[in-house]
């Protein structure tokens, strides 16, 4: 059994022990993996609504005269022309352009944005803004052990957060579109609403303090009852974000890979202003990229699992199981070369080759309502 004594716990943990929830280590935190099957878990998001406690991911205010201007300096892309109340999604790399974290970052005001890095780096991007900072009238606060982060993600999420909204706000829940955020008040907490998510379904992710998350993650609990929520840990989260095509850090993204194999040029290629690895990056062509992998059997490729064309060693897996919604094994893989859709490719799992076929990602696209 791995020791967690040294590890962070979300301010939910007591909420998680009562629904009966198995642990993980993540990064430096203790997370719920799954609270029952996992594979239930994962269709009520696709089904219904899933309620996620990502309390261990960070969150860095931004403000200043040169908030905009700083984040340009510091991330790939370009952030000082995002309206406010609208998100980007980024990401920030070292001299070199490797991969320090992807990330999102809302525009909370003309002077004023909160970025969210990943839980396992929120140290490192910490640390890369107050050295890059020097120089920009920017003040930084890390607000990540100060505050919690719920999620409600399904089909169903906007009518479950519109029933613990005033009647009033119910059109600014429903008319926010994609990557926007609004602070409201839900459950009678002010928190900071925002329509994004990891799941590859129309969701909300609801920023509070620490004090008043167990209030908010029992009214959303309660209210989404009725739709058959259920609680959600990280198995699910996991398996619904691959088949989303979403990258995980870690796995398809590395301090050995540039926003370039990971497919994101198009951040910074027509960017006018300076930014840390710029130079690094500026005629960089993608000798491998990241691809979808559907397995033609009923055997899954794991991470590390080594990818062939004929006898030619070409990648690696870097995320694959089995698709709970689909019903066939799917992957990812950084793979070198030319890869057109429809190739056939072999994965070795556990020293057997086993036949693949390149496909577009995302495996799974939710049909609108």
Do not use: C
Request: hydrophobic share 40%.
């Amino acid at each position: 059994m791995t020791d967690t004594t040294d590890l962070r716990t979300s301010p939910l943990h007591s909420r998680h022990e009562e629904l009966g929830a198995s642990f993980t280590p993540f990064g430096a935190w203790t997370m719920p993996l799954k609270y029952g099957n996992e594979l239930d878990e994962h269709r009520a998001v696709r089904s219904s609504a899933g309620l996620f406690d990502l309390s261990h991911m960070g969150e860095i205010r931004v403000t200043g005269p040169d908030a905009g201007t700083f984040l340009d300096h510091a991330l790939i892309s370009t952030l000082s022309t995002i309206p406010v109340g609208k998100a980007k999604y980024s990401m920030i790399v070292d001299d070199n352009g490797g991969i320090l974290d992807d990330l999102i970052s809302y525009r909370l005001a003309d002077e004023e944005y909160l970025v969210v890095p990943n839980a396992g780096n929120t140290d490192v991007v910490w640390e890369a803004f107050q050295d890059r900072a020097d120089g920009f009238d920017v003040d930084l606060v890390n607000e990540s052990l100060d505050t919690a982060l719920i999620a409600v993600q399904g089909p169903d999420a906007a009518e479950i957060i519109t029933s613990v909204v005033d009647d009033a706000d119910e059109a600014t829940v429903h008319d926010m579109k994609y990557y926007a955020a609004a602070p409201l008040t839900v459950a009678g907490i002010d928190a900071l609403l925002a329509r994004t998510g990891y799941t590859g379904e129309d969701g909300f992710e609801l920023y509070v303090p620490n004090d008043q998350a167990g209030q908010l993650w029992d009214a959303l609990l309660n209210a989404g009852d009725s739709h058959d929520l259920l609680p959600a840990g990280l198995a699910a989260r996991d398996s619904l974000r691959l088949e989303a095509g979403m990258p995980l850090y870690g796995n398809e993204l590395t301090r050995d890979i540039t926003p370039v194999e990971a497919g994101m040029a198009m951040a910074f290629r027509k960017k006018e202003a300076d930014f840390v690895g710029r130079a690094a990056l500026a005629d960089r062509e993608a000798t491998s990229r990241i691809v979808g992998l559907r397995g033609e059997g009923r055997r899954a490729a794991r991470s590390g699992a080594e990818v062939y064309r004929g006898d030619e060693l070409i990648g690696t897996v870097t995320s694959g199981q089995p698709s709970p919604t689909l019903g066939y094994p799917v992957a990812l893989a950084l793979l070198s070369g030319e890869i057109a859709p429809g190739e056939q490719l072999e994965v070795d799992i556990r020293g057997k080759r086993h036949p693949f076929q390149v496909v577009d990602t995302p495996f799974y696209q939710r049909a609108e309502r």
